[in-house]
């Protein structure tokens, strides 16, 4: 961690002898358990105190409603083992159990853990809306919130901002993500999956992750595809909608590690994260098709394919004639108006005014402003580290109306939660799965103080974290394994 960085590499597949593949995906969660069970402790640790420290509900209604969803996926996978969807998920839940007897091999100072402490570190993403789902009672009363009230909400709700931009000559296509959340959630893992398995697709991946993740939750990954994948979170202030979230249906993490691996163009990840949808962690997300970007001539149709969900609905299509105008920002707000308007947005926006909109959120007024400044990799590292909050007239002296949240920063309603880590990379890079990546509050370029465990934060869950957060971009690539 001296770079705010693990690392983990793992092949699996590649041995002359033939072995089920279901084995080998057992045999790599494994091994991923039992090296990592160390960070996988403390992380349980940090991220149980997110989730539960207001309630002793929440965790009961939480462990059955994962507990049906578990059964319901191993009885779909038993009846549909020739269908390739359930082939794939079959192959990712043996690495899942792999994973979960991995660790209590080798335990941290004897603390074995449960299946249900695996679920919630995969299911992270999908908890912040099963909250809302299990707990009807918690869902938050924007109609009667402030402005600030409000501002603080999406902030702690919303995961992420996201930027895909084009040179203007097309001399070059950067992709990048900065990840909003509870600092306490900041122990990661940078991953590289190399799994030579047919129900896989053979496909590598490289993504930003976290202890005992099988998925990277921010989302950024790049696979041997051709594609990239960047994911934000976005709200839904329609209560209504989570009456038809049942367990009998795949989880985010689950539909997603099935698309990245199966896929190999936006239209058919779209098909793919649509099939037995939860309505958990709704998102936009973003396929990039590396393929279809040619350098200083065109970007091809099919070259960005846009991905939303809500409960009951995705909605993906080509978006591509956008980015050919510069650039794709995204910012925890709909894209598209189906889903826009059944999230609750024209209400909201008709209370609270236009801050929450598509067109007028703070930072996207903030990209558009400044996204023709990206020239290169450091300016692009810049734009998504950057939090200019006190002299912006768009932050309007929010900390958090900014591409890189800083929550610890604001006068009042202080928290130690925002934008935790940046993610930057091009094509070149790309195609070797490599990106730049930072962990750590943004510190601006140096105009803001480095967060720090000590003070006001001090009895806030932080097993194994860093004291201070002052680390630089590194260099992430997978390693060249026998």
Known sequence: MSTGWGVLDVKAGYSSKSYDENDVAYAAGYLEGYLTSRQIYQHIVNLNATFFSESEEFPVKLKNFFKKQDEW??????QAKDDPVWKGISLITSQYDGLVDGYNANPLEGQNLESFNFQILNGCGDIIDLKYVLMPE??????????????????NNGHCSALVKALPGLENLFMSHSSWFGYQDTLRIYKHYDFNLSGLGRTKMSFSSYPG??????????????????QTTNNVFNHTLYTTVVPESLLAWQRVRLANHLATDGKTWGKLLAKYNSGTYNNQYMIIDRSKFIPKEAILDNALWIVEQIPT????????NILRAGYWPSYNVPFFEEIYNKSGYPDVVAKQGPDVSYQLAPRAKIFRRDQGKVTDMESMKKIMRYNGYATDPYSEGDPCNTICCRADLRKTDRSASGCYDTKVSDLSMAAKLQSFAINGPTRNGGSLPPFSWTGP??????????????????????????
């Open 73 to 78: 996926t191993r009885s779909m996978i038993a």
């Open 138 to 155: 918690t869902f938050p009363k924007w109609w009667d919130m402030t402005k600030t009230e409000l501002i603080t909400f999406i902030a």
């Open 213 to 230: 993740f099988l998925e990277s939750l921010d989302d950024f990954y790049h696979m041997s595809s051709g594609l990239t994948m960047l």
């Open 313 to 320: 609905l995705v909605v993906y299509e080509d978006e591509t």
């Open 457 to 482: 934060f001090q009895n806030a869950s932080h097993l194994g974290l860093p004291t201070v957060y002052d680390f630089d971009f590194v260099t992430m690539q997978p390693m060249d394994l026998p």
